[in-house]
T-cell receptor, first 115, second 114 residues
């Protein structure tokens, strides 16, 4: 079955600095990869996805992610962090050849951006 | 208009009680889900329905019973509530066979069992 791993429970960055939230995946077929953000006491919101094509995908709020097939990674990045980016970030994967109904989430990474 | 709406948002109840959480989506999607988020924020899929048919039924106690009266609704009924059922339950929807396939989540229902 497909799975994702987010190796960092917590990421701390200073406002204005670049940020990276890491994600690696495992699937038997082609990966469909997603990032979601969860603000306190809210549901998850979709940020961006990789299905096919350009390895660098751009999403909401200035976030982008790079798909790296050889390293089976899909790290989330932003060139300049804002305090308002502080939230819980989830990576997710769906197997493009399998039951495309089944999306699996990582354990989440808490991003804290300090002024 | 809220795309995926869940009620109630908060639910506090005693052990042994039976409770239900309702979910409705107005996105025209044909697939709906229930996820459980525990105190460590880990998100685990419980059930998935496609056009009112059960597709995914993870290892969940049979005290949990989903019901989908139509493809816009997926309710979750929980019998004989236990302390360990305390969590935030999220409903989500998506379109099967969509090229995109991202999920749209409700705001969550926080269940506290005393």
């Amino acid at each position: 079955a497909q799975s994702v791993a987010q190796p960092e429970d917590q990421v701390n960055v200073a406002e204005g600095n670049p940020l990276t939230v890491k994600c690696t995946y495992s699937v038997s077929g082609n990966p469909y990869l997603f990032w979601y953000v969860q603000y306190p006491n809210r549901g998850l919101q979709f940020l961006l996805k990789y299905i096919t094509g350009d390895n660098l995908v751009k999403g909401s709020y200035g976030f982008e992610a790079e798909f790296n097939k050889s390293q089976t990674s899909f790290h989330l990045k932003k060139p300049s962090a804002l305090v308002s980016d502080s939230a819980l970030y989830f990576c997710a994967v769906r197997d493009g050849y399998g039951n495309n109904n089944d999306m699996r989430f990582g354990a989440g990474t808490r991003l804290t951006v300090k002024p | 208009d809220t795309a995926v709406s869940q009620t109630p948002k908060y639910l506090v109840t005693q052990m042994g009680n039976d409770k239900s959480i309702k979910c409705e989506q107005n996105l025209g999607h044909d697939t709906m889900y229930w996820y459980k988020q525990d105190s460590k924020k880990f998100l685990k899929i419980m059930f998935s329905y496609n056009n009112k048919e059960l597709i995914i039924n993870e290892t969940v106690p049979n005290r949990f019973s989903p019901k989908s009266p139509d493809k816009a609704h997926l309710n979750l009924h929980i019998n004989s509530l236990e302390l360990g059922d305390s969590a935030v339950y999220f409903c989500a929807s998506s379109q099967w066979n969509s090229d995109t396939g991202e999920l749209f989540f409700g705001e969550g229902s926080r269940l506290t069992v005393l």
